[in-house]
């Protein structure tokens, strides 16, 4: 087990391949069906890039997630908490997330993920209305969306602009299919490109293929 060059991320080579891992914490508990492995009393979970975009984004090639240690973070369609329970891993003890989702299906599974983590908490919301919830988060240093729906990029904005620190970072995961079924992924990405850089500096972007199919994510900076 070896730190990879993202921050609290850990890689095992597998050939030229490599596996992710993030430090459990809630050791003993698993949150899907990834693998546990332990060294030295410490349990670390594989992080599958099939499962999640953010893996998927490491694995091609994203330097920096820019979630770190302490960070507070704002999760929106944290569905039943798979990637939401590695950001919870990487920021630890010190740090806290927020996953938010409208679904009361996976809420109610995301639920109990939370009960056996310190640092992560589950609200039953709309995204598009943070209106309705600014009373029940603080300001994050970090804003992760994996919303597909067609306005996905309005919603993204109205919470970097209520709860994103000045300088924070935030990340927007876009499939193209659920934006328009009929334009080529490649146009619907610059058109998302361009409405992002209207209000972000957009650091760097990767297509998330083979992965996720006709899936990009984007890493802005407010």
């Known amino acids: 087990m070896e730190k990879s060059n993202v921050f609290e991320v850990y890689e095992v080579k597998k050939g030229k391949n490599k596996a992710l891992y993030t430090k459990s914490i809630a050791p003993g508990t698993k949150v899907y069906d990834e693998i546990i492995k332990k060294k030295g009393g410490t349990e670390y979970r594989e992080w599958n890039p099939y499962k999640s975009k953010l893996s998927a984004a490491i694995q091609k090639g994203a330097p920096n997630i820019f979630i770190r240690k302490g960070h507070v973070v704002l999760y929106l369609g944290a569905s039943t908490g798979t990637t939401a329970s590695h950001v919870s891993d990487i920021v630890g003890q010190e740090g806290f997330v927020f996953a938010i989702d409208s679904a009361p299906r996976v809420v109610?599974?995301?639920?109990?993920?939370?009960?056996?983590?310190?640092?992560?908490?589950?609200?039953?919301?709309?995204?598009?209305?943070?209106?309705?919830?600014?009373?029940?988060?603080?300001?994050?240093?970090?804003?992760?969306?994996?919303?597909?729906?067609?306005?996905?990029?309005?919603?993204?904005?109205?919470?970097?602009?209520?709860?994103?620190?000045?300088?924070?970072?935030?990340?927007?995961?876009?499939?193209?299919?659920?934006?328009?079924?009929?334009?080529?992924?490649?146009?619907?990405?610059?058109?998302?490109?361009?409405?992002?850089?209207?209000?972000?500096?957009?650091?760097?972007?990767?297509?998330?293929?083979?992965?996720?199919?006709?899936?990009?994510?984007?890493?802005?900076?407010?």
């Open 108 to 222: 109610r599974d995301l639920v109990f993920v939370c009960e056996d983590r310190i640092n992560m908490a589950p609200l039953l919301e709309d995204a598009f209305h943070p209106e309705n919830y600014k009373d029940k988060i603080t300001s994050v240093d970090v804003v992760f969306q994996d919303i597909a729906q067609k306005n996905q990029v309005e919603i993204f904005m109205k919470n970097v602009d209520m709860f994103l620190k000045e300088g924070g970072h935030c990340i927007i995961a876009v499939k193209s299919r659920s934006i328009d079924v009929i334009k080529k992924p490649k146009e619907v990405f610059k058109e998302i490109r361009e409405k992002i850089e209207k209000h972000l500096k957009i650091v760097d972007s990767r297509s998330l293929s083979p992965y996720q199919k006709d899936h990009m994510i984007y890493f802005c900076k407010k």
